[in-house]
């Protein structure tokens, strides 16, 4: 571990003395010029034409639905660099970034010290096939930080991840039914497509084509928050469950989180019916707390998927839990699954320098105060202008929705205003303000993120609520 901070450190300094190569009165009127210009006129036309030929080239323009502002309208926007808490697209208009990548930036996005351990780590190469030493260092730090987990595998997303511990939750218990939460979303694989959140939601599709019936027949689904539906289906399906499988705070359905006895809840059916909990932490893992929501709401499930923030940046995944159950993954079980890329020194170094960071005194706190603000300005900002508008935080993660509320599952959330979001999301967008573009995601903050992001933000929140 040593060895790998010193790296992040001396490139760190040499990082800081590059400003100091080029004449200091250049950036200054080129910041001067774009600033002006932004307050002048908000243009697209770069990001269009780039738009209009990627469609050309990948279906909808895109290699992810959400980003094709489909649930939003208008023009997407094409994304030339980012740096802390803001982002830059091509036609030069800067944003205040609620995304981070959909979660990975909690550092803050292209962080000094980040670049600069992966820049000494590509010296070696950027990919072996075999294993390496980081592997074990940043899997040691995840086992430390999260409850559930013992042991634990490295893959390459978060929804290869639900992938690999479906099929181990199925080998383990000798059962193949599972339950899941309407509106939650744990990547494309067949089995989850059923009333899934994120993407399926923003484009209105209730499952996918190409799906088979039979890829699904056994996955059985709950609204999120409800506790006897679960009950029943343990009932009904009796020694036939596998495990249950829930991001214990949603953030692909917008932002909501758990009633206070619905997590303790649903451990309890677990237990009494030699079922497996899963948590998808993908989102909120070393998010709500170090470690993850379990931490935070001292539930700790069976196993456990995360994704984004343990690979700082890069693509990564990961599933993990009791020493018992991850023995069944091959080769040291039966169960298979493997990932050419899986535990690249790349994904590894990012991870580790992210945890670090993370593990520092007063982090969280941090995280939680300025993502409150934000929540609480925006809310009271839409409610003084007159609309109907609930919303909330957990440390730096959140999200609001255009209804009254209280929203508590994925059929509340859909009472949403999703035409008036959409006006609120453009016009956002033109006072250089980025949040996700669907009523149904969550929003995330950083350690870049200040006062003064937060300020501004509120404010350009009371102009656009004014004029919608």
């Known amino acids: 571990m040593a060895a790998i901070s010193g790296v992040g ?7 800081s003395r590059r400003p100091s190569l080029v004449s200091p009165r250049r950036p200054c009127v080129k910041m001067t010029v774009s600033v002006e210009k932004e307050k ?70 292209a962080d000094d010290e980040v670049l600069a351990a992966l820049a000494e780590t590509m010296k070696k190469g950027t990919s072996f096939g075999a294993p390496c030493l980081l592997e074990n260092v940043l899997a040691e730090m995840v086992i430390s ?22 099929r181990l939750a199925r080998a383990f218990t000798g059962h193949q039914k599972i339950v899941k939460f309407e509106g939650c979303y744990h990547g494309h694989a067949d089995p989850f497509l059923v009333k899934a959140g994120s ?77 497996l909990l899963i948590f998808d932490e993908v989102m909120t893992g070393f998010r709500l707390s170090y470690g993850g929501a379990q931490e935070y709401f001292n539930i ?16 990564v995944g990961a599933y993990g839990g009791r020493r018992e159950i991850m023995e069944m993954v091959a080769p040291a079980g039966p169960m298979y699954q493997a990932g050419t890329l899986s535990g690249n020194p790349l994904a590894m170094t990012a991870g580790i320098h992210t945890l670090k960071r993370l593990k520092e005194k007063g982090i969280y706190e941090y995280l939680d105060k300025i993502t409150g603000q934000l929540a609480q300005g925006l809310v009271a900002a839409g409610k003084r202008a007159g609309h109907a508008i609930c919303g909330g935080h957990i440390s730096g993660m959140f999200g609001f929705f255009f209804t009254e509320g209280p929203v508590y599952n994925f059929e509340d959330a859909k009472k949403s205003d999703t035409a008036k979001f959409a006006r609120f999301y453009r016009g956002m967008l033109e006072e250089g303000v980025y949040f996700a573009p669907s009523q149904f995601e969550a929003g995330f903050t950083s350690l870049a993120h200040t006062s003064e992001d937060i300020q501004r933000t509120v404010e350009a929140a009371e102009k656009v609520f004014g004029r919608i």
């Open 199 to 275: 993407g399926v939601a923003t484009l209105g599709l209730p499952d996918s084509p190409g799906v088979p019936k039979a890829a699904t027949v056994d996955t059985l689904t709950s609204p999120f928050n409800d506790i006897s539906t679960v009950e029943n289906l343990f009932k009904t399906h009796r020694g036939e469950i596998a495990a249950v499988i829930l991001e214990p705070v949603v953030g692909n359905s917008g932002f909501i989180t758990p009633k206070p006895d619905f997590l303790e809840a649903i451990r309890r059916i677990t237990k009494e019916n030699g079922a």
């Open 9 to 15: 450190l001396s490139w760190t300094s040499k990082l």
């Open 145 to 166: 930080a999260v409850p559930s987990i013992e042991m634990v595998r490295f893959v390459n997303s978060g929804t290869e991840a639900c992938m690999g511990v479906l």
């Open 40 to 109: 002048k006129a908000f243009t697209l036309q770069k990001s269009e034409e780039a738009f209009n030929a990627a469609k050309d080239l990948m279906p909808g323009g895109v290699n992810s639905p959400v980003r094709a502002f489909k649930s939003v309208g208008g023009q997407p926007i094409v994304i030339d660099s980012v740096k802390g808490s803001h982002m830059w697209d091509i036609d030069g208009n800067e944003y205040i970034d609620y995304v981070g990548s959909w979660g990975p930036a909690i550092i803050g996005h």
């Open 300 to 315: 700790t499930p069976d196993l456990t998927t995360l994704g984004k923030i343990i690979g700082g940046g890069l693509p």
